[in-house]
Every structure is written in C-alpha cells, then in structure tokens.
C-alpha cells in the first residue's frame, strides 16, 4: 500500500513553474495534525522505500521523491516534537 503524501503526487499531474523559482511548499499552508510518532515513524519508512527506485536524473521523478519525502519529513518531526511536549519531564535528582 502506498503512503498517501506518496501516491497523491504519483497519480496526480506535477504542475510545472511557471517562472524560474516555485517552492515545495506554500509558506502560508496549515500543515495536517501529525499522527502518533511511530505511526509516523512508519510512513517515513515507507515513503523512503517507495521513493527509493526514483530515477535521479528524471526531473518529474526527483520532484516526486522531494515533495513526498519533505511532506513525510514533516510530519515526522511534528510528530516528534508532540511527542516531546506531553512526554513527563525527566526527573534530574535532587538539586
């Protein structure tokens, strides 16, 4: 099964800049609440594997592999750092 970051942009028609400079994301978009972090973790995985056979030298192919692995990335991290704010604070001994 594919990672849907993955296969929405494999199915879907890349649109081309059309000027010298598009980014891979739009600065003002409201990223997607991350999963769970090993749910994340796990879908990360699999975009790395899917991405994986990617042609380095198709423009289409490594603009695929980009946005899907810089969405994953994202996701990951959000997921981490959710993680990290409801995780108890380690306990450091007395003072």
Known sequence: MDHPNFSALKNAQINKPSGPYAPLRAPDRTPRPPGPLDIEAAAARQVLAE????????????????????SSLRALVAAYDAERRTAPAPHRGPS
């Not at 198709?58 to 692995?69: E, N």
């Open 51 to 70: 991405t994986a056979h990617l042609n380095i030298h198709d423009r289409d192919d490594l603009l695929t592999a980009a946005v899907a692995l810089d």
